[in-house]
C-alpha cells in the first residue's frame, strides 16, 4: 500500500521552471527523509536533492542543481517538492521520488521509490 506519485514534469525551454510534487501515502511521512533522483536511458541513477525528516528539514543537493533546485516538503500534506530554476538541457531525464525511514543520504538506498516523471529541457 506504499505510494509514492510524482507529478508535474514535463516541457520546459531552457532557462525555465518547473515544478514537481511527490504525494506519498501508506507510511508515516514525517518520520522519513525523502529525495529526489533522475534517470536517462542507458544510465544509471543520479542524485539529486534529499530533505531531513527532522524539524530542522536539513537540505543537501548535488553539484549539479545546487543554486537552480530546490527540494522542500509538506508534512501536512504528505508531499515533496523539487523546484527547479534555470533549466538547462541536462537535466532532461525521468524524475523519482524516493523515501528513507531514517537518515537522508545521497545514495540510492531508500526503502520507498515513485513511478517517475519525465522533465524534458529544450535548448
Known amino acids: 500500500q506504499v505510494q509514492l506519485v510524482e507529478s508535474g514534469g514535463g516541457l520546459a525551454q531552457a532557462g525555465g521552471s518547473l515544478s514537481l510534487s511527490c504525494t506519498a501515502s501508506?507510511?508515516?511521512?514525517?518520520?522519513?527523509?525523502m529525495a529526489w533522483f533522475r534517470q536517462v536511458p542507458g544510465k544509471e541513477r543520479e542524485f539529486v536533492a534529499t530533505i531531513s525528516s527532522t524539524w530542522r528539514a536539513s537540505t543537501y543537493y548535488a553539484d549539479s542543481v545546487e543554486g537552480r533546485f530546490t527540494i522542500t516538503r509538506d508534512n501536512a500534506k504528505n508531499t515533496a517538492y523539487l523546484q527547479m530554476n534555470s533549466l538547462k538541457p541536462e537535466d532532461t531525464a525521468v524524475y523519482f521520488c524516493?523515501?528513507?525511514?531514517?537518515?537522508?543520504?545521497?545514495?540510492?538506498?531508500?526503502?520507498?521509490w515513485g513511478q517517475g516523471t519525465q522533465v524534458t529541457v529544450s535548448s
Open positions: 501508506g507510511f508515516t511521512f514525517s518520520r522519513y527523509s
Open positions: 524516493a523515501a528513507r525511514n531514517g537518515v537522508a543520504v545521497r545514495a540510492n538506498s531508500y526503502d520507498y
